[in-house]
């Protein structure tokens, strides 16, 4: 046995709150999703997977002239040199760089199938292949020049660049999204000829307000095109917080057809919008009948857009067909801006156009004195090898003498003509061919031009004023390659103010015809064409029986009210037909399933409702105050919900399970958009045996008309005088009269 004494782990343990364990431990992991996985740095527009990806292709010396590799050997290297993730994360944002669809100036070249429009994914990274294009050279350029710092790898093997020198803002004309910890970003992509326009006059006026760089910049350019409608003050705005909205729609045209018969063409659709899921909203809306007006949609598209939208009369306005669709589905959709950057590559921050702008010329600047002092270095070592050709080409017989006798040549070049290390190395490696007379003279003219680039570079580096121009001539050359003299740099994405067109009236455009809505015991809703009797015999499923029956129109907005106080709004020519057995009401309406229907009826404008809880408390609601606009419905009373009665008459009567009736004037009961009510009658508890009443009806009544109540068999009681049970609202009221129902309801 070992004489050692056994390890007291306990030793080793320090005692710490665990609120502040996990805090410490949260932070660690947010900051490094924020800094490492989320978000872009301002400099280059890049994060670490994407950077990764592009050195490593230019490690594997991928150029755009050059030939593919293999998508797997690439996500390989990036993996097991630079990103220790998941391949398949790798492989998808290889993919994203070379999808001209989601990259306004794709940084991948790829070939094979990476993706398309639809929606389709990529095929697996063994079946694709791809190298670097052209944008990601001006990205990478200056990186043999030492333009930017180098950190070691994730296991110390290997050094990669902290960020890219960027040769032009790729963070606005590629644009950025991502998900943080508690932060996110999501940059729109942007023309790269108006982005370096507002660069060109940042440096030209430094204290340059946002709204005149926005000005100059207009607003973003998408891949896809699209149409954007934005006021100039709106998108300025957006750009001057760094927060903000763009509206974004699709482009369209109408195609005419002959004989006054037309169709909409659809050929550019909005940003990150997938065409099959668009194809597909599309049709739903024409088989729901929510656009009554569009009869059929069709795909087209090839290598192009082309989505046919077929109206269903030819006397409707295209534009108004349009405007309807424009609010109904992702022809048109809000593309958020949060320019939520790393600055430094430490410190994220929201930043304004004119913020994001100064941090990449602050960087080309950096970027250019760097590599302006790499070139100097370069040239003094050069030249100190030049000075010493021509010492040697000076001293030419005595140099080969040298060599050819004294054993140790090198000492005694360096003692006789006082030459460097550096020199003797150089003159020693010498060839025969350079000893003739015309290599000399092409070595004073290096020399020459060496001083001078020399000496040009320390006067730049001495003046502003001179680098500011070298980086105003480097982005224009950006431009002139880029911009808008290439094909592929001219503005997609129009510009323009929203026009003022009044979408069509939905529900001017159903048919008006007579419907039957039954809703049966088990929660299935039908509508019966006509207006059938309501007591009429109708087939339900097993189990099942009639709950609900009443007569609509096709135009109608059916009101439901639950047992949970909410309103949800049916369209009646949604509703499924008579033929079969109906659908589940709650596919429909997200209704619980432990509320129950108190009423349906159909919606009328100007009305009146009461609704009251089973505690005894409630309110007058107006008409416009239930309409729900989504499934979720409207919350108009708070509490279990017991009635919904419409307003009539000038009393209001009303009955709790312990039978006493009380009648007040409707004066008395307050109107309100929401909330619990006030109190409509007395109650007290029972004591022993019996539970606490609570109310059980409400009925409104004429004063001078009296009370009625069915007594069966068919026969009607009516009370003419009421005033025995008059009172103040919220008073206990008194013992129904004799006769009464036994379930203490007015029928």
């Known amino acids: 046995m070992?004489?050692?004494?056994?390890?007291?782990?306990?030793?080793?343990?320090?005692?710490?709150?665990?609120?502040?364990?996990?805090?410490?431990?949260?932070?660690?992991?947010?900051?490094?999703?924020?800094?490492?996985?989320?978000?872009?740095?301002?400099?280059?527009?890049?994060?670490?997977?994407?950077?990764?990806?592009?050195?490593?292709?230019r490690e594997l010396r991928l150029s755009p002239t050059g030939a593919f590799r293999k998508s797997a050997?690439?996500?390989?290297?990036?993996?097991?040199?630079?990103?220790?993730?998941?391949?398949?994360?790798?492989?998808d944002a290889m993919a994203r760089l070379a999808q001209d669809f989601a990259m306004r100036y794709p940084l991948v070249d790829g070939q094979g199938n990476f993706g398309n429009i639809d929606g389709d994914n990529p095929a697996a990274s063994r079946y694709t292949e791809a190298r670097m294009a052209e944008p990601s050279e001006a990205l990478l350029e200056g990186l043999a020049e030492n333009a930017v710092d180098f950190r070691p790898n994730y296991d110390g093997t290997l050094t990669e660049p902290v960020v890219l020198p960027a040769a032009f803002p790729n963070l606005l004309c590629n644009g950025a999204s991502g998900i943080a910890v508690g932060m996110a970003t999501n940059i729109p992509p942007h023309n790269l000829?108006?982005?370096?326009?507002?660069?060109?006059?940042?440096?030209?006026?430094?204290?340059?307000?946002?709204?005149?760089?926005?000005?100059?910049i207009q607003g973003p350019d998408f891949p896809t095109g699209g149409v954007l409608v934005e006021t100039r003050q709106s998108i300025a705005d957006s750009y001057r917080t760094g927060r903000g909205a763009f509206r974004l729609r699709a482009r369209w045209q109408?195609?005419?057809?002959?004989?006054?018969?037309?169709?909409?063409?659809?050929?550019?659709?909005?940003?990150?919008?997938?065409?099959?899921?668009?194809?597909?909203?599309?049709?739903?809306?024409?088989?729901?009948?929510?656009?009554?007006?569009?009869?059929?949609?069709?795909?087209?598209?090839?290598?192009d857009i082309r989505i046919v939208l077929e109206p269903r009369t030819r006397s409707v306005d295209a534009a108004q067909m349009m405007a309807a669709l424009f609010r109904v589905s992702d022809l048109e959709i809000r593309f958020s801006l949060n320019m939520n950057?790393?600055?430094?590559?430490?410190?994220?921050?929201?930043?304004?156009?004119?913020?994001?702008?100064?941090?990449?010329?602050?960087?080309?600047?950096?970027?250019?004195?760097?590599?302006?002092?790499?070139?100097?270095?370069?040239?003094?070592?050069?030249?100190?090898?030049l000075e010493g050709y021509l010492i040697a080409y000076l001293?030419?017989?005595?140099?080969?003498?040298?060599?050819?006798?004294?054993?140790?040549?090198?000492?005694?070049?360096?003692?006789?003509?006082?030459?460097?290390?550096?020199?003797?190395?150089?003159?020693?490696?010498?060839?025969?061919?350079?000893?003739?007379?015309?290599?000399?003279?092409?070595?004073?003219?290096?020399?020459?031009?060496?001083?001078?680039?020399?000496?040009?570079?320390?006067?730049?580096?001495?003046?502003?004023?001179?680098?500011?121009?070298?980086?105003?001539?480097?982005?224009?050359?950006?431009?002139?390659?880029?911009?808008?003299?290439?094909?592929?740099?001219?503005?997609?994405?129009?510009?323009?103010?929203?026009?003022?067109?009044?979408?069509?009236?939905?529900?001017a455009m159903i048919e008006r015809e007579p419907l039957t809505v039954i809703l049966s015991k088990m929660g299935w809703i039908r509508a019966m064409k006509g207006h059938q009797p309501l007591d009429a015999e109708v087939k339900f499923r097993d189990g099942d029986g009639p709950l609900l029956a009443l007569h609509a129109e096709t135009t109608d907005k059916l009101m439901?009210?639950?047992?949970?106080?909410?309103?949800?709004?049916?369209?009646?020519?949604?509703?499924?037909?008579?033929?079969?057995?109906?659908?589940?009401?709650?596919?429909?309406?997200?209704?619980?399933?432990?509320?129950?229907?108190?009423?349906?009826?159909?919606?009328?404008?100007?009305?009146?409702?009461?609704?009251?809880?089973?505690?005894?408390?409630?309110?007058?609601?107006?008409?416009?105050?239930?309409?729900?606009?989504?499934?979720?419905?409207?919350?108009?009373?708070?509490?279990?919900?017991?009635?919904?009665?419409?307003?009539?008459?000038?009393?209001?009567?009303?009955?709790?399970?312990?039978?006493?009736?009380?009648?007040?004037?409707?004066?008395?009961?307050p109107e309100m958009a929401r909330g619990k009510g006030v109190r409509l009658q007395k109650y007290r508890d029972g004591g022993g045996l019996l539970a606490e009443s609570q109310l059980s009806d409400a009925r409104f009544v004429t004063l001078a008309e009296g009370l009625s109540w069915p007594m069966g068999g068919g026969k009607t009681r009516t009370e003419p005088d009421l005033t025995e049970w008059l009172g103040k609202r919220a008073s206990a009221g008194r013992m129904a009269p004799r006769g009464f129902p036994r379930d203490n309801r007015f029928g």
């Not at 659709?269 to 049709?283: D, F, G, N």
């Open 73 to 91: 050997k690439i996500t390989g290297d990036v993996m097991g040199n630079y990103h220790p993730h998941g391949d398949a994360a790798i492989y």
């Open 395 to 507: 001293n030419l017989d005595r140099v080969i003498e040298i060599i050819r006798f004294e054993d140790d040549p090198k000492a005694v070049m360096i003692a006789e003509f006082g030459l460097s290390d550096t020199q003797v190395e150089a003159i020693l490696n010498m060839r025969l061919r350079a000893l003739r007379k015309l290599e000399e003279i092409e070595l004073r003219a290096e020399r020459d031009s060496l001083i001078a680039e020399r000496d040009a570079l320390a006067a730049m580096l001495a003046d502003d004023a001179a680098q500011w121009g070298r980086i105003t001539e480097e982005l224009k050359e950006v431009r002139g390659k880029f911009g808008k003299s290439h094909p592929a740099g001219q503005r997609r994405t129009e510009i323009t103010e929203a026009e003022d067109v009044q979408p069509i009236d939905l529900d």
């Open 254 to 303: 109408v195609e005419d057809l002959g004989r006054g018969q037309w169709q909409v063409v659809v050929t550019e659709i909005p940003y990150q919008v997938q065409k099959s899921r668009l194809i597909e909203r599309l049709a739903e809306l024409i088989q729901t009948r929510k656009v009554p007006i569009l009869a059929d949609v069709r795909d087209e598209s090839a290598d």
């Open 560 to 669: 439901l009210f639950a047992s949970n106080g909410r309103f949800y709004t049916l369209p009646a020519h949604n509703l499924p037909g008579g033929r079969g057995l109906g659908e589940p009401l709650r596919l429909m309406i997200d209704l619980p399933n432990e509320a129950e229907v108190i009423a349906l009826f159909p919606w009328r404008e100007g009305e009146k409702y009461l609704v009251a809880s089973k505690a005894g408390d409630g309110f007058v609601v107006g008409a416009a105050d239930i309409l729900a606009q989504t499934k979720t419905g409207k919350q108009v009373l708070n509490g279990e919900a017991l009635l919904c009665r419409p307003v009539h008459g000038d009393h209001i009567a009303v009955v709790g399970t312990n039978r006493k009736l009380l009648i007040f004037p409707l004066t008395e009961l």
């Open 193 to 216: 000829h108006d982005v370096i326009d507002a660069c060109l006059h940042l440096i030209k006026t430094p204290d340059a307000r946002d709204d005149t760089l926005a000005g100059i």
């Open 341 to 385: 950057v790393l600055i430094d590559g430490r410190v994220p921050k929201v930043c304004s156009l004119r913020e994001v702008l100064r941090a990449f010329l602050d960087h080309r600047r950096e970027v250019l004195i760097r590599r302006s002092q790499h070139r100097l270095d370069k040239i003094a070592a050069r030249l100190e090898v």
């Open 2 to 57: 070992s004489d050692e004494p056994a390890h007291n782990d306990d030793q080793n343990t320090v005692p710490e709150p665990l609120g502040r364990a996990i805090g410490e431990r949260y932070l660690t992991y947010a900051l490094s999703t924020i800094m490492h996985r989320a978000l872009p740095d301002a400099r280059d527009g890049l994060k670490p997977v994407h950077r990764r990806i592009l050195y490593a292709m």
